[in-house]
């Protein structure tokens, strides 16, 4: 098996592609084509993207994709109740930036990607409405988690150019430091735009990138002239099991302050996005079959109290059978989520120093085939060790092949980066190793990369 080639967003511990593990896209809704424009395959784009900017009012609301059938006329609003926007200096500011959208790659049954995928939809300027629970006879554990959460994710816009696109946002304190993931403020081939965020009561700022993170996805923005804002509550993901409540909020399509519920699917599941092994992302997921689409991406999932576990990320697509057909997009009941603990942690870096760390093991990594060479991954096998790292001082050598991070097993590359990206600097990790027809266990200490 050839050696995979490193990148930005992919440690050197492991890399993507490796057999059994399918590549994720993330949503995302880049711009639509012009109508005479011809089909191109399809490519997963980052989870989040609307491809329309601050949505603009139709008479009436026609949604193609779904028939052109119009919606009811919505209820008149009075003057007084829109609330005004508030205007600020649009300044860029980015740390580290990587151009271009993650998307899922390579073959198999299952992509995933960015969750910001072509969409046909549109959606009106006017505020949505705050969750409030009216009758607790018949509220249910996702009314609750709506209320208490709702009010603390908002909707960005990013345009930049002749590209634009939204997605969501979490808000972290109440002068207006959002998160949100790193493919929503870059637009494809033109790095960052400006940004504007519409908070849940409809108030519109213009807002500032502080900082960007492309190898965990994830970016802060600053809304500028904010005050306040009803920060979002974060849980403790470490502890979040699996079939617990997920609830997801976020602006799919463009429509702000949705939200669907559903289960926490598995934890710990290592998901690799990116259109190439030099802008690959992996993440350490909270998967979910809570509904999540383009526009999602950036937005929060939630438990039944309405904390915070995960940061919506990333949808898996159905890889189309037909040569030059495009993939099923948006959801499917299979979707990711970076971990609270994780995005807090680097939130705080990049709000502090305009970039972040990661743990690094300094090796570069393949996935081992099992004895039958069936494809099935056999673990994680070290191609080379780089001088100078933890690895290297830990005394792994190439061809020693890691098949566990603690009580977590490995039996792909990119599972490798994983556990090893879901432990902070300065960690102390077991590696379970084998060298030959032995197996040891092999105490290392993790080291910093940015």
Excluded: C
């Excluded at 992996?282 to 937005?299: C, E, L, M, R």
């Amino acid at each position: 098996m050839s050696e995979h080639g490193t990148g930005p967003g992919a440690d050197r511990d492991a890399q993507a592609g490796s057999p059994g593990t399918p590549p994720y896209q993330q949503p995302q809704q880049p711009a639509p084509a012009p109508s005479d424009a011809g089909t191109s395959p399809a490519q997963p784009a980052f989870g989040g993207h609307s491809p329309w900017g601050p949505p603009q009012p139709h008479t009436p609301p026609y949604y193609p994709g779904y028939g052109g059938h119009p919606l009811p006329a919505p209820e008149p609003v009075a003057a007084q109740s829109v609330p005004s926007r508030r205007t600020g200096r649009l300044r860029i500011g980015i740390a580290g930036l990587v151009a271009g959208a993650l998307i899922g790659g390579g073959a198999g049954a299952g992509v995933a990607g960015l969750i910001d995928d072509p969409a046909a939809t549109s959606s009106t300027s006017a505020a949505a409405q705050n969750v409030t629970i009216k009758n607790p006879e018949t509220a249910t554990t996702a009314t609750a988690a709506a209320a208490k959460a709702a009010p603390s994710v908002v909707t960005l816009y990013v345009s930049s150019g002749s590209n634009s696109g939204s997605g969501s946002g979490v808000i972290l304190t109440d002068d207006g430091y959002v998160l949100t993931n790193n493919h929503v403020v870059t637009l494809e081939g033109t790095g960052t735009g400006t940004v504007q965020v519409r908070t849940a009561d409809g108030t519109l700022y213009d807002a500032t990138v502080v900082g960007t993170d492309p190898s965990s996805d994830l970016a802060v923005v600053k809304l500028d002239g904010a005050s306040d804002l009803t920060p979002a509550t974060f849980a403790n993901s470490d502890k979040v099991q699996v079939g617990d409540v997920a609830v997801a909020i976020g602006a799919p399509l463009g429509l702000s302050n949705t939200v669907t519920d559903g289960i926490v699917s598995a934890t710990g599941r290592a998901v690799e996005t990116g259109s190439t092994q030099d802008d690959s992302t992996v993440i350490d997921a909270i998967q979910t079959d809570a509904a999540i689409n383009p526009g999602n991406s950036g937005g929060a999932l939630v438990n039944g109290a309405g904390e915070v576990i995960g940061i919506n990320s990333a949808i898996a697509t159905v890889a189309s059978q037909a040569p030059g057909s495009q993939s099923q997009s948006g959801n499917i009941g299979v979707g990711f989520a970076i971990p609270a603990n994780t995005a807090q942690r680097i939130a705080k870096e990049l709000i502090a120093n305009g970039k972040a760390t990661r743990a690094f093991l300094g090796v570069s990594s393949r996935t081992a085939a099992d004895d039958q060479n069936s494809g099935v991954g056999d673990g994680a096998e070290i191609v080379s060790v780089e001088p100078g790292t933890a690895a290297d001082d830990a005394g792994l050598q190439a061809g020693d092949v890691v098949t566990a991070v603690g009580d977590r097993p490995v039996t792909t590359s990119t599972e490798l980066t994983a556990a090893v990206r879901s432990k902070a600097p300065g960690d102390k990790v077991a590696l379970t190793v084998r060298r030959g027809n032995d197996t040891k266990t092999v105490e290392v200490t993790l080291g910093s990369a940015s």
